[in-house]
């Protein structure tokens, strides 16, 4: 039993929570803190442990995972008054699944090193299905000597965990893969409004699709259009999935390290541009496939 010791977890919202609860289903006992006191009531009815700061966590768990939503909220869980740096013990491991800047990651890392302990950024894919169902794919960047450690922990709440070397590696892979997804997102969209407007019917050219080259995530397993496929956030007026809000987020941390690795994205800066845009127009709270109703709507382009 001496491998379930508690485990810190921070940040309780659509990810957190899934991810938090498989932790509990290995029997890891959790010392809990989120900013909305709601959000842990769950898990203090449950009989874990609730406190008021990341410090507290720290100061009670040496294996800590936070799930926050950007790099100002990681930031202030980390470096704040009363963040976890205020109380963490040497030789702690601290695993940040947030998405968010690699840069900052790698500023934190430092922050963390100088008080003994160890940091690693473990951004995640598969989105809240995937975290409930404990298939998340996390990839993993720090010191390779401590990616055992981590993978213990990470692989109660994943299927697939990819060390990809050091610390900031893993949000890059997390941001590229992303960057593509939204692509092929708005690829899918425009495909498949064209087609419904050649008279195909959505379904017979989803199957031809998928059985062409022009196959891909989004249209064979996350199909856009209401009506083609059952259990997709299409079918349900867009709710739930992945927030077209956090998708832009996504976006911008693209377009921050395009800028600053002189990298060029044309696709992705338009990616980026169409997504703010649908933010802008009321579709903040919907999944991001909703980029099909968008388009569908904007006869102006």
Request: hydrophobic letters at 40%; proline letters at 4%; aromatic letters at 6%.
């Amino acid at each position: 039993m001496a491998s379930k010791t508690p485990v810190g977890f921070i940040g309780l919202g659509n990810m957190g929570n899934p991810m938090a609860k498989n932790l509990m289903k290995h029997g890891y006992p959790l010392i809990i803190y989120d900013v909305f006191p709601d959000a842990c009531k769950e898990f203090q009815d449950a009989g874990e442990q609730v406190v008021s700061s990341p410090a507290d966590v720290a100061e009670k768990a040496d294996r800590i995972i936070t799930m926050l939503p950007t790099s100002i909220n990681a930031i202030e869980a980390y470096s704040g008054a009363n963040g976890i740096l205020k109380k963490v013990k040497k030789g702690s491991l601290l695993i940040d699944s947030s998405t968010i800047d690699p840069a900052v990651s790698k500023e934190l890392a430092k922050e963390v090193e100088k008080m003994g302990a160890v940091f690693m950024d473990a951004p995640v894919s598969g989105g809240v299905g995937a975290a409930r169902s404990g298939n998340l794919t996390f990839m993993v960047g720090g010191v390779e000597d401590e990616f055992a450690a981590a993978q213990e922990l990470l692989g109660c709440m994943g299927s697939n965990v990819v060390y990809c070397g050091a610390v900031g590696t893993g949000q890059a892979a997390k941001i590229c893969n992303n960057m593509l997804l939204a692509i092929s997102m708005i690829g899918t969209a425009e495909t498949m409004n064209l087609g419904i407007r050649l008279g195909l019917d959505p379904k017979l050219l989803a199957k031809i699709l998928n059985m062409s080259s022009g196959r891909c995530w989004s249209s064979d397993t996350y199909n856009p259009v209401p009506g083609v496929m059952d259990g997709v956030p299409s079918a349900n007026n867009y709710q739930g999935g992945f927030g077209a809000t956090l998708m832009a987020k996504d976006l911008g941390l693209a377009q921050d390290s395009a800028t600053s690795t002189k990298s060029p994205i044309l696709l992705g800066s338009q990616a980026h541009q169409i997504y703010r845009m649908m933010c802008a127009k009321g579709y903040s709270k919907k999944d991001f496939s909703s980029v099909f109703q968008f388009l569908r709507e904007e006869e102006s382009f």
